[in-house]
T-cell receptor
Framework: KQEVTQIPAALSVPEGENLVLNCSFT??????LQWFRQDPGKGLTSLLL?????REQTSGRLNASLDKSSGRSTLYIAASQPGDSATYLC??????????FGSGTKLNVKP | EPEVTQTPSHQVTQMGQEVILRCVPI?????FYWYRQILGQKVEFLVS????????KSEIFDDQFSVERPDGSNFTLKIRSTKLEDSAMYFC?????????????FGPGTRLLVL
């Protein structure tokens, strides 16, 4: 069974810092990997999706990379803002229909 | 912007009662999913649904659970006889046809409390 781990569990940074969130997974046979954002009491918002054949994806200040062979993905957030404060979830998809989620990194960006 | 909606937002029920959680996916989407998140724990996949049948289900999705698309717009999760450990936030998600099928759009969730 796929195990997904996210480090760190929590992170507090001052506004403007660049930061990296880490995700590791145990089985490299994946269909794709997706990063989500979860705000308290709300659903999940998709941020970036990386197909298994891709190495990275970018959207605005976010960049996600994938190294399938080592079972790692990173989410890079440039010039962090207080509005980025949320929990960031990594989800690995071994097949089209199924996700395995990490436990998330809770980010607090201080003004 | 189209969004996935879920009702009710909160539900409290007694152990052993049946509950039905409702979701309205984005209108042209073809793939539907249920997830749950027990307080303080990971989001867990329950079931995926396509073309009026279950595509895949997890070990959690046992005979107490069922899903249905009763009409062209709703997607429901039924828990036949609730247990205390069913208390969780339940999320519905959907994804679209073509290139859009890869990205799942989540609803805001239903918080279920079993007493």
């Amino acid at each position: 069974k796929q195990e997904v781990t996210q480090i760190p569990a929590a992170l507090s940074v001052p506004e403007g810092e660049n930061l990296v969130l880490n995700c590791s997974f145990t089985d490299s046979a994946i269909y794709n990997l997706q990063w989500f954002r979860q705000d308290p009491g709300k659903g999940l918002t998709s941020l970036l999706l990386i197909q298994s054949s891709q190495r990275e994806q970018t959207s605005g200040r976010l960049n996600a990379s994938l190294d399938k062979s080592s079972g790692r993905s990173t989410l890079y957030i440039a010039a962090s803002q207080p509005g980025d404060s949320a929990t960031y979830l990594c989800a690995v998809r071994p097949t089209f229909n199924k996700f395995y989620f990490g436990s998330g990194t809770k980010l607090n960006v201080k003004p | 912007e189209p969004e996935v909606t879920q009702t009710p937002s909160h539900q409290v029920t007694q152990m052993g009662q049946e509950v039905i959680l409702r979701c309205v996916p984005i209108s042209n989407h073809l793939y539907f999913y249920w997830y749950r998140q027990i307080l303080g724990q990971k989001v867990e996949f329950l079931v995926s649904f396509y073309n009026n049948e279950i595509s895949e289900k997890s070990e959690i999705f046992d005979d107490q659970f069922s899903v249905e698309r009763p009409d062209g717009s709703n997607f429901t999760l039924k828990i036949r006889s609730t247990k205390l450990e069913d208390s969780a936030m339940y999320f519905c998600a959907s994804s679209g046809p073509g290139l859009g099928q890869e990205t799942q759009y989540f609803g805001p969730g239903t918080r279920l409390l079993v007493l």
